[in-house]
Structures are given as structure tokens and as C-alpha cells.
């Protein structure tokens, strides 16, 4: 996923940067440069490149604003919940790593998921949790990792609080290994 969004980046950047070259050119006197030349008289391609130009300014300014909207409304991250008592004396932050290390000591007692490493995300009305590790092969693997959700989705509840109004999404993502040691490919599992 990451080498993906370095792609896309890296050739919506070349895009930009050949929209943006005639800003360069026509305003290189303001820098004191003189040896640019404008791409229309490029050979080849100097006359399409108005109709690029105008094209493409219409296509980066909808990337740029379809970027700004999703920027805009995606939730963000918190660093914690803050749990209050019923007597307003004190308040509790519960923080990302105290539900990663409660679920690493739940998959501890489990023998169904083997070398697990644990990612907790906490937004305004959900808490992602991702599990990675490798999955034991037996017979009753499905029913093993459901009710395994639900006991880290119940204690979890039991550590915010019955009332908390998030939603917790539990995800095994299976890493098995081949035969040299070496991870082969990931599948996931949403339970």
C-alpha cells in the first residue's frame, strides 16, 4: 500500500511540476534568469501543450480539491480517551499502547495466534484495533478467532466503560511463514 501511494504521489508531482514549468518560464525575469524557454516552442510537442496546459490546470485543481475535501472530512486520530468518575473528582486517559498492551496479554492466554504485534487507533466514534500475527491452522480457527474478538471487544468495554459510545473494530491480519522462514503473502480477517 505504501509503495502505491509513493507511486501516485511521485507522478502526481511530475504532473504538477510540468503544469507549474510555464509559471517558471514566464516569470523567470523576476529572478534574473534568462535561458528558459517556453514549451511551445519545445519540437514535437509545442503545440499541444496549450491544450495541455489548460487540460491539465482543470484536472490538478480538481485533484487538489477532491485532496482538500477528503483532507477535510476524514477523522482524525486522538491520543486518548478521557474517562471521567460519576463525582467529577479525577479523569483517566486511556491511551492507544494501554489497549495494545491489554490486548497483547488477552492473545498471551491464546494459543490460536502465535507472534502477535498489536496496533490500536482511537477516533471519535470508533477504535480500530489490527492484529498481526500468525494464526494457528486448526479445525475450529473461525470459531476460535470470533470468540476471540469478542473477548478483546468486551474487554476493552470493560476497561472504557459499558457506556462508552465507540464502536471497536477488531482485524486479524494472518502473516504465515513457508517453509524457509521467509513471511509469504498476507491475507486479512475482518471478524
Known sequence: MKKAIKILLFILFLFALSILWPNIVTYQ??????????PQTYPLIGQYMPHYLFWGSIALAAILLIAYLIF?????????????DNQEKGQLVVKPSAIEGLVQ?????????????????IYDKRIDVDIKGQIARTSGLYGQGQEIARRIQSEINDLLGQDYPARINVTFKDIARNDRGNVKSSQARVI
Not at 29 to 38: D, F, N, R, S
Not at 72 to 84: N, R, W
Not at 110 to 119: D, H, L, N
Request: net charge neutral; hydrophobic share 50%.
Open 29 to 38: 525575469a523576476v529572478a534574473g534568469l534568462k535561458g528558459l524557454e517556453m
Open 72 to 84: 477535510l472530512f476524514s477523522p482524525s486520530a486522538k491520543a486518548g480517551v478521557e474517562l471521567t
Open 105 to 121: 496479554s488477552i492473545l498471551a492466554s491464546e494459543r490460536a495466534v502465535e507472534q502477535a504485534s498489536t496496533k490500536a487507533t
